[in-house]
């Protein structure tokens, strides 16, 4: 008996990479798939439809049920088309993970408009499409549900040469938060994995040249499988992180800080002198 039998996920960007290995995974565990993917460039440029095929043929090669999508997620129409590729083909959804993404590196001196538009869109834009259009679904079904976004370590602690791509992924931390607030009351949990993976998105980077088989897509998929299986319960709006066999969570403190008398002013000299007591955790 599979984690995910009688349930529908969605996965995009499942042709290559992270989103393969879930959809794999998935699969394996009893779900039927939507394999989503435009299969475009790491940089999002064109698209292929071969990639999201070739992953529904492994799963069907292997007893499972999938179905192919190559919509954008970065579109309304394209995240409403997507959710209604499982409506047609299964009949509801039951789990969505947001794992679409492309790359488009330059420092923050050097980024124009059209850079850090096309990763927003694809990374924020397309994870609030896509979640807005399968809650909908779910809660036309009566509530219930799994969505798994996919932030990353550059969302959580900054990368030089990624700020396009770190506020992305920062916006998914905040959204998935707020999601998980505002899905509660439709039994919706809503949490994000942090993956760090050889990927063609990372493989060039100098951290994965000696990495071999300790980093893998196959490492992250079962944190977000958990994510999407009635083992997380009512977990909600939490950050799992992935590296390798190294499994931890991000979240945002509040330091202890230091109080004034009620009601007084801070001095911007006062706050210089106090700094090291301000931001002691």
Not at 167 to 180: S, V
Not at 190 to 201: D, H, L
Request: hydrophobic share 45%; charged share 20%.
């Amino acid at each position: 008996m599979g984690l995910l039998d009688g349930k529908v996920a969605i996965i995009t960007g499942a042709g290559g990479g992270i989103g393969r290995a879930e959809a794999l995974l998935f699969a394996r565990e009893g779900a039927r798939v939507v394999v989503n993917d435009v299969g475009g460039a790491r940089d999002g440029v064109g698209s292929d439809d071969a990639p999201a095929r070739k992953v529904v043929e492994e799963i069907r090669a292997a007893g499972g049920e999938a179905v192919a999508s190559f919509d954008s997620v970065a579109s309304p129409e394209g995240a409403v088309r997507i959710v209604g590729a499982a409506v047609e083909a299964f009949g509801r959804v039951d789990v969505l993970v947001n794992n679409a993404g492309i790359l488009r590196d330059k420092t923050l001196l050097k980024t124009d408009v059209a850079l850090w538009d096309a990763v927003v869109d694809v990374h924020l834009k397309g994870t609030f499409l896509c979640t807005q259009a399968a809650a909908r679904q779910m809660v036309s079904q009566g509530g219930g549900g799994r969505i798994v976004n996919t932030t990353s370590v550059s969302g959580m602690l900054g990368n030089f040469g990624q700020s396009n791509y770190a506020a992305a992924k920062a916006g998914i931390y905040g959204l998935t938060r707020t999601a998980a607030i505002e899905l509660q009351k439709q039994r919706i949990t809503v949490n994000a994995i942090a993956p760090i993976a050889k990927t063609r998105m990372t493989e060039d980077l100098p951290m994965f040249q000696s990495a071999g088989d300790t980093m893998t897509p196959e490492h992250v998929a079962p944190a977000a499988l958990f994510l999407g299986s009635d083992l997380c319960a009512d977990r909600t709006g939490h950050v799992l992180a992935v590296a390798g066999s190294q499994m931890y969570a991000y979240k945002v403190v509040q330091t202890h800080g230091k109080f004034k008398d009620e009601g007084a002013v801070w001095t911007a000299q006062e706050i210089a002198e106090n700094w090291d007591a301000i931001i002691k955790v």
